[in-house]
């Protein structure tokens, strides 16, 4: 069964460097996503992507974080300058209906 | 703003028994209701999703009941297992819309 995989599993950073999360969605699929999970917290969005822009994002995703599909198949987020703030998992996710999203397993980030 | 509500926030249940969750939303706009559950350290999975269009929608042991004028949702897991145990998220989706509004989860522990 395809599923969307995401590298790397667990990302140590130092606050104020940059890390980039990478994703592959499933093959087929049109719409890409960022979410992340604060622990112990709700699921929440940050950004959506389709034909080749972003099509919505929220107050979370704000000049710091940038996304990107570099070839056919990699769906990156970039996080300019790390706070602490920005310790989470982060989910991609991918869907070939705007509805029906398929979670990745997500990266934590762990910025000290 | 909380667009989705849910609630109990932890379930514990007997084997065998039912496990209901539920989830209340605002936005008369959603119209693409899943739920999501999430083991730890993974990421969420499709479960089952409804629409507005139908009162409830049933596959194997769960079912979504879908109460449109009270703005409504719930997860019955019928004969609930030790394996159900994980965290439940509802979610809810406007049709112009890329992203999911997730409710803060519920922690469902079956016991033996």
């Known amino acids: 069964e395809p599923e969307v995989t995401q590298t790397p599993s667990h990302q140590v950073t130092q606050m104020g460097q940059e890390v980039i999360l990478r994703c592959v969605p499933i093959?087929?699929?049109?719409?890409f996503y960022w979410y992340r999970q604060i622990l112990g917290q709700k699921v929440e969005f940050l950004v959506s992507f389709y034909n080749n822009e972003i099509s919505e994002k929220s107050e979370i995703f704000d000049d710091q974080f940038s996304v990107e599909r570099p070839d056919g198949s990699n769906f990156t987020l970039k996080i300019r300058s790390t706070k602490l703030e920005d310790s989470a998992m982060y989910f991609c996710a991918s869907s070939g209906q705007a509805d029906q999203q398929y979670f990745g397993p997500g990266t934590r980030l762990t910025v000290t | 703003q909380q667009q989705v509500k849910q609630s109990p926030q932890s379930l514990i249940v007997q084997k065998g028994g039912i496990s209901i969750i539920n989830c209340a939303y605002e936005?008369?706009?959603?119209?693409?209701f899943p739920w999501y559950q999430q083991f730890p350290g993974k990421g969420p999975a499709l479960l089952i999703a409804?629409?507005?269009?139908?009162s409830e929608k049933k596959e194997g042991r769960f079912t979504i009941s879908f109460n449109k004028s009270a703005k409504q949702f719930s997860l019955h897991i019928m004969d609930s297992q030790p394996g159900d145990s994980a965290t439940y998220f509802c979610?809810?989706?406007?049709?112009?819309?890329?992203?999911?509004?997730f409710g803060t989860g519920t922690s469902l522990t079956v016991i033996p």
């Open positions: 093959s087929n699929h049109l719409y």
């Open positions: 936005n008369t706009a959603f119209d693409y």
């Open positions: 979610a809810a989706m406007v049709p112009t819309g890329n992203q999911f509004y």
């Open positions: 409804i629409r507005p269009d139908v």
